[in-house]
């Protein structure tokens, strides 16, 4: 009941934590859109579904249910999470003292590297069994399995710009390594003949189910998951592409009919990370401002490319007719 109450607990405090940064963020206007309010509040349900009820309880003796419980915590709460998520609602717990290295952890390298060393390390059978038998340690699994999917999808679909070497091959690759690593570790158990967890053997049998059975079902459960959510994911990436590429190339064509000259490499970059419109309204306002006729005083929107580093006039523009 204590481990019950801690695991349940924390996604409160955390929801509690987005619902008042939410508040805070919609007196600036900055408030994210009640579309992704709405999947990080899925999010939580999702986490508390996948530790409390009837899948609780079956974690505790099935291998298969088990492993349900942690592809439910890495990737569809890890998933809903991050598209709730905002620069602005990260801001806050990014400003506190001693995580400012947490930015750090969304880089995909690091992200790619933490989901898969804590997916193997924790499928160890020392410690997949003493998280069984200790509740602080298997609520401490179940952090790690959440946050190691947190991190993981921030760095493919997250709010921060991503590294310009980040694009549409390495993407590929990114999202084939992870989840191909996943169903990799199910075909393990699968195939493995012999019960490799003993202290679920013992309780799997206590329910009159074959250990054997059980734990290959959670390994098919595994490699099912990890190879469809590859080829979804492999299908996103290349459509996301193809639009990405359109939008970055309709921006640099704005720009240049305005006469004005845009850093290329930052476009790329506002475009991964979901900033193209903004760049594009920019780009209107800054070529608005150029044409207004000498003297007259326009109001500037906060934010207006008129002092923006990477919009530069290329031509002087032609004189107004009258």
Not at 257 to 285: F, I, K, M, T
Request: aromatic share 8%.
């Amino acid at each position: 009941m204590l481990r019950l109450l801690g695991e349940i607990g924390v996604p409160l405090l955390i929801g509690v934590a987005y619902a008042w940064q939410v508040r805070r963020l919609e007196r600036k206007g900055r408030a994210p859109s009640l579309a992704r309010q709405i999947c990080f509040a899925a999010g939580l349900l999702v986490i508390a579904l996948a530790i409390a009820g009837p899948l609780g309880n079956l974690s505790e003796d099935l291998v298969s249910a088990h492993m349900v419980q942690h592809l439910l915590l890495m990737d569809l709460a890890g998933f809903l999470l991050v598209m709730g998520v905002t620069g602005p609602v990260m801001a806050p717990l990014m400003a506190l003292p001693g995580l400012g290295w947490m930015r750090s952890l969304f880089h995909p390298a690091i992200a790619l590297a933490v989901f898969i060393g804590a997916f193997a390390i924790w499928h160890i059978p020392a410690l997949y069994e003493g998280a069984a038998q200790n509740p602080a340690l298997h609520a401490i699994e179940h952090g790690v399995f959440l946050f190691s999917g947190f991190i993981k999808w921030m760095a493919l679909v997250g709010p921060f710009p991503a590294p310009l070497w980040f694009a549409t091959g390495i993407q590929v690759v990114y999202v084939a390594t992870e989840h191909l690593f996943v169903a990799a570790v199910g075909n393990v158990f699968m195939w493995a003949g012999t019960p490799i967890y003993a202290v679920y053997a013992e309780r799997t049998a206590a329910r009159g189910i074959d250990p054997v059975t059980d734990q290959s079902i959670g390994g098919g459960i595994m490699a099912v998951e990890g190879m469809l959510l590859t080829l979804i994911l492999l299908g996103w990436v290349l459509l996301r592409w193809s639009r990405h590429d359109t939008e970055r190339q309709e921006i640099i064509e704005l720009a240049e009919q305005h006469g004005l000259a845009l850093d290329e490499s930052r476009v790329s970059r506002a475009v991964l990370a979901g900033h193209g419109e903004n760049l594009r309204r920019r780009v209107l306002e800054q070529a608005e401002a150029r044409t207004t006729p000498a003297g007259e005083k326009r109001d500037t929107p906060a934010g207006n490319v008129a002092s923006d580093p990477n919009l530069t006039p290329t031509a002087t523009p032609p004189a107004q007719a009258g």
